[in-house]
């Protein structure tokens, strides 16, 4: 298993919005690629001092088949349309883990 992360602060000013988003419209779009078979949203909750709120979003993959096909089919539409929503209210970073 293929286990894709990525971690988001995102603003407090522009949480819930970004929240709501992701739930009702960006995870259910990347579900619906049929590519990863299961997801996860957790906040963090040792968070240090910072203007905004720490947010896992985990996508596992069956193959490193299938998350290539997610990376090359897909992943620079999906990045682009939540850097356009919420640029400048967030930043994030990802990792690629595999189960062992």
């Given amino acids: 298993m293929i286990l894709y992360n990525t971690t988001y602060n995102i603003s407090r000013m522009a949480e819930k919005d970004w929240l709501d988003w992701m739930k009702t419209v960006q995870v259910p779009a990347m579900m619906a690629t049929g590519l ?14 910072n203007e905004g709120v720490t947010y896992s979003v985990q996508y596992c993959f069956r193959t490193m088949e299938d998350y290539l096909a997610y990376q090359t089919e897909h992943q620079a539409d999906f990045q682009q349309r939540h850097h356009e929503r919420y640029k400048e209210r967030y ?5 690629l883990l595999e189960e062992v």
């Fill in 36 to 49: 990863p078979t299961e997801h996860k949203m957790l906040r963090l909750l040792t968070e240090i001092e």
């Fill in 91 to 95: 930043v994030s970073f990802r990792t």
